[in-house]
Nanobody
Framework: QVQLVESGGGLVQPGGSLRLSCAAS????????MGWYRQAPGKQRELVAT???????IDADSVKGRFTISRDNAKNVVYLQMNSLKPSDTAVYYC?????????????WGQGIQVTVSS
């Protein structure tokens, strides 16, 4: 069994910063891609950023230059540093990881964490 637990969300004013963390635990042999997605009310879930075990990153155009994804492979943790936050960044943010566990490859999701950008 694999678990992803997110932390670091909350309420922040426009222009502010937050850092999200997501820790993977359980029966993990290796983790390939880790990433962050978000879903705003009434909208579909969308990619925010992903990072491979080798450090290759992909960022959505809407967050380029403002958000930075990073990971600690030794700790199985992925981070999302969010700067210059806008009201349009308000959403539930979900962590995702592609995990090898024994003979299985799992795409696991966290429970989601609320980020609200408002004055």
């Amino acid at each position: 069994q694999v678990q992803l637990v997110e932390s670091g969300g909350g309420l922040v004013q426009p222009g502010g910063s937050l850092r999200l963390s997501c820790a993977a635990s359980g029966s993990i042999d290796s983790i390939n891609t880790m990433g962050w997605y978000r879903q705003a009310p009434g909208k579909q879930r969308e990619l925010v950023a992903t990072i491979t075990s080798g450090g290759f990153t992909i960022d959505a155009d809407s967050v380029k230059g403002r958000f930075t994804i990073s990971r600690d492979n030794a700790k199985n943790v992925v981070y999302l540093q969010m700067n210059s936050l806008k009201p349009s960044d308000t959403a539930v943010y979900y962590c995702n990881a592609v995990i090898r566990s024994g003979s299985r490859v799992l795409s696991s999701w966290g429970q989601g964490i609320q980020v609200t950008v408002s004055s």
